[in-house]
């Protein structure tokens, strides 16, 4: 077997792994209705050959099909979103139920972790083009394997996590610029990306974008008429069906009231993974490797960069400044990681030990819930202890101990993916909660 294909299969399975682990018990099934939403559309298009699902917009006061069965009243024919990710949960929800009954978490996650494992392999392949170095690709394929937000939100039933796949797919066309093969892919992404979820656009957009300031032509082409040919095909679809109550639903979806403080909001105010308040550190550290590369000018790092401001300025422009939906931001996490991969090798290279020590600090939330959810109590000696201890390297760096200094900073590296691995391992709703319950219950009250 070719090694190239060995390597990827193995990441794969390590990324099925770690992602099947009480896949169904956790994220929290029922925490959004979002995967029954979605699982509606695909499923009733299956069987019914009729698109129908739960939705809110008055658009669909005509349309009708049950009630009493969600929150919301099931409407038919449906347009919230464009169906192409709704077939992978409703195929399998097909294939066990009629489409109307109470959806399955084991049933409709399970493709959702196969999804997740191969977007593991396929980063691989992005990361060992993008570093060049096998260990540095490794390293970072590693993080995006084990980080407990990535495998968390990588088994929720929402289309962001396809688009995840269409990124990094995008990300390989780039990096491979003189393949073949490479134009035609970067076009069916931006086909598909769009199919998969309005939000899509921001695929094609970033290789639009990417395209002008690179001087690329080849690359605007495919990005646009991808772009055309996907929002065609969409139109094409809610015609066949109901062309006047599209552009209604479509319209109503334009109207969402934004604010000028989403990203500080989603982000450090009220980061979730789902619903509830949830941060493990990688996500700010992501933020600030992002912020990191910026000052890079090399063609490659000018993709992530693209690819992550393009992300972050599409969810300011269409989130609400109170949505805290976390799965908005699974979108950023190819390029963040890589981003962190980045930085990573630099703070290695340079044996930059006081920035070392400040990633520590970022990702000290981490550490917190190990402590949480192992049941763990630090003693506040031992907190301060673990503050200090991502400064170790700096330490025997100022005492010329240089060799000792980055066989510290090897385990640091180390330690966090064991860090990483017995969160995901460890997690209970019970401690989900309690950690959510803590920081909304100590928030400031306003007098």
């Known amino acids: 077997m070719n090694k190239k294909i060995l390597i990827f299969l193995l990441f794969v399975i ?39 699902s739960w939705s809110y917009f008055q658009a669909y006061d005509n349309y009708v099909y049950k009630t009493g069965v969600y929150d919301a009243p099931i409407v038919r024919p449906v347009f919230d979103h464009p169906p192409l990710f709704s ?38 392949l992005v990361a060992k083009k993008f570093f060049k170095e096998r260990k540095w690709a490794a390293i970072t394929t590693i993080l995006f394997m084990t980080i407990p937000e990535i495998v968390f939100g990588s088994r929720l039933v929402v289309a962001e996590n396809l688009i995840v796949t269409w990124i990094l797919l995008a990300l390989l066309a ?52 991808g772009a055309v040919t996907g929002v065609a095909v969409f139109a094409l679809y809610g015609a066949f069906y109901n062309w006047e109550l599209f552009l209604s639903v479509l319209q109503a979806q334009s109207t969402r009231e934004l604010g000028l403080a989403t990203f500080q909001n989603r982000f450090f105010i009220h980061p979730t993974l789902v619903h509830h308040l949830f941060f493990d550190g990688w996500k700010i550290l992501g933020l600030f490797a992002t912020f990191f590369i910026l000052q890079k000018t090399q063609k490659k790092y000018r993709l992530l960069q693209f690819f992550s401001l393009i992300n972050i300025l599409f969810i300011i422009s269409t989130a609400g400044e109170t949505t805290f939906h976390g799965w908005y931001d699974f979108v950023l996490w190819p390029s963040f990681v890589l981003a962190i991969g980045s930085l990573f090798k630099e703070i290695y290279e340079k044996k930059l030990y006081l920035l070392s020590g400040l990633v520590w600090i970022l990702l000290l939330p981490l550490l917190r819930m190990v402590s949480v959810f192992g049941d763990y109590n630090l003693s506040l000696w031992g907190v301060r202890g673990a ?4 400064f170790t390297p700096l330490f025997f760096e100022s005492i010329s101990f240089k060799k000792t200094s980055q066989r510290f900073l090897v385990l640091f590296f180390g330690l966090l993916i064991i860090l990483n691995i017995f969160v995901v391992f460890s997690i209970t709703h019970t401690g989900y909660w309690n950690q959510a319950e803590f920081f909304s219950s100590n928030m400031p009250k306003v007098r």
């Open 174 to 225: 780039i990096l491979y610029e003189k393949k073949k093969w490479s134009l035609s892919l970067l076009f069916w992404v931006s086909v598909f990306s769009i199919l998969t979820k309005i939000s899509g656009i921001v695929v094609p957009v970033s290789i639009c974008a990417l395209a002008v300031l690179q001087k690329e032509k080849k690359w605007f082409k495919v990005g646009f008429f």
């Open 87 to 124: 077939f992978f949960p409703g195929l399998a929800h097909t294939l066990r139920a009629n489409w109307i009954e109470s959806p399955s978490a084991k049933v409709i996650r399970l493709p959702m972790v196969i999804i997740g494992a191969i977007n593991v392999g396929i980063f691989w």
């Open 387 to 390: 503050v200090s201890l991502g």
């Open 14 to 52: 390590g990324g099925f792994f770690f992602r099947v682990s009480n896949y169904y018990l956790f994220p929290v099934f029922g925490e959004t209705s979002d995967e029954s939403a979605w699982t509606l559309l695909g499923s009733s298009i299956l069987q019914e050959k009729v698109p129908a």
